[in-house]
Structure formats: C-alpha cells, structure tokens
C-alpha cells in the first residue's frame, strides 16, 4: 500500500523568505509524485510533478521539488515567498501515471507580511 | 491546460433528501474521473473512480448505494449522495483524467450542507 506523509501540518513564514514543505511517501513499487496547490474555496491546481528523469523538478510560481529515492522524499521548495503563496499545499503519489492519486493530510503555508 | 466544472458549487438540503453533483469536463474528453471527498482542514479521500459506460469502482469503506456514482458520457459525470444525513456535510471534489496530456484536472469543489 501507498502513503504520504506531510511532516509540516503548518509552516509559517515571512515574505521574501525561503520555504521548504517536506513530504514523505512509502510505496513498493515505482511512484510518481505531485504536489498541489488549493486556495480556499477552489480546487486543486498541479505545482509540479515527477514521473521520471531529472530528480529535480521544476513546477510554477517558482516552486521546484526534488525527488530523493534514498530517503523516500519529494520536498517542495521556493526560496522567495509571496503573500499569494498562502494556501494549503498537498502532496501526492501515484503507482501508475495520473491513476488514482493518494493524498498526505496537506501543509497549510501562511505567508505574513 | 483543461477545465473541469462542478455544479452546483455550493447546495444546502434538508435531511433525508438526496442531491446530485455534476463533473464535467469542458474542453477534453474524460473516460476517467474520480470523486473525493475533503472535511474541513483535512486532506482529500478518494470516494471511487468514474470510467465511462462502467460501473464505478469505491474505495474500501464508501457505501455504493448511498454515493451513487454514473459517467454516461465522455464529459459528464455525477454523484448523487441519496438520503443525506449531516454527517454527509462536506467538500466534494471531482476530477477528470486527459489521456492526452495525461493529467488529472480538479474542478472547483461542490459545498454539500445537510441541515
């Protein structure tokens, strides 16, 4: 079976700084993993994904994510915040593709001024 | 990238009656689409999978005759939560697979209040 594992259930940061959401994920098999972006009220919009390739992946708004097989990780990170990156950050994976998607318990990124 | 829409975005009913979701996929043809479920503050679960012209396929612990799923077209799915009670109070959100840029696409969310 698959799971994900946000560390962070919060993550407070001023503007201008760097921000790293971590994500854990255990699977037996091959992963593809995603992380997504939701604002309040809204769905779900895809930052990045990995399905294979480069372990670094590069996504939009500036966030990129690298994929560390050894320590089973998919950190996000951006090293300069907004107050619009405040919203709730969600990773996921996937054994196969854009099949059926398994969701850690989501990262709520509040960005101060 | 592709749309998908949810209607309605928001429905408040009264306990006992049942209220059906629409998911449609605007501008790709879906012969996937998945249906979650999200309570406030948590992470999205996945209620089942929605194949065009098949039964769907529920996640250990969904019961099927209270979430009935149909995916009658390449574009449109609908879930129908039947005899909602308040603890059925919650954020539903679709999602539709495009083989061609083989993504997942959200739509916005269905606000289900069961008073």
């Known amino acids: 079976a698959q799971s994900v594992t946000q560390l962070d259930s919060q993550v407070p940061v001023f503007e201008e700084a760097p921000v790293e959401l971590r994500c854990n994920y255990s699977?037996?098999?091959?992963?593809?993993l995603f992380w997504y972006v939701q604002y309040p009220n809204q769905g779900l919009q895809l930052l990045l994904k990995?399905?294979?390739?480069?372990?670094l992946v590069k996504g939009i708004n500036g966030f990129e994510a690298e994929f560390n097989k050894s320590q089973t990780s998919f950190h996000l990170r951006k090293p300069s915040v907004h107050i619009s990156d405040t919203a709730e950050y969600f990773c996921a994976v996937s054994s196969g593709g854009y099949n059926k998607l398994i969701f850690g318990a989501g990262t709520r990124l509040a960005v101060h001024p | 990238g592709a749309v998908v829409s949810q209607h309605p975005s928001w429905v408040i009913c009264k306990s006992g009656t049942s209220v059906k979701i629409e998911c449609r996929s605007l501008d790709f043809q879906a012969t996937t689409m998945f249906w979650y479920r999200q309570f406030p503050k948590q992470s999205l679960m996945l209620m089942a999978t929605?194949?065009?012209?098949?039964?769907?396929?529920?996640e250990q612990g969904v019961e099927k005759d209270k979430f009935l799923i149909n995916h009658a077209s390449l574009t449109l799915s609908t879930l129908t939560v039947t005899s909602a009670h308040p603890e059925d109070s919650s954020f539903y959100i679709c999602s539709a697979r495009d083989l061609t840029y083989n993504e997942q696409f959200f739509g916005p969310g269905t606000r289900l209040t069961v008073l």
């Open positions: 929605s194949n065009e012209g098949s039964k769907a396929t529920y």
């Open positions: 990995y399905l294979s390739g480069s372990t």
């Open positions: 699977s037996s098999v091959s992963v593809y």
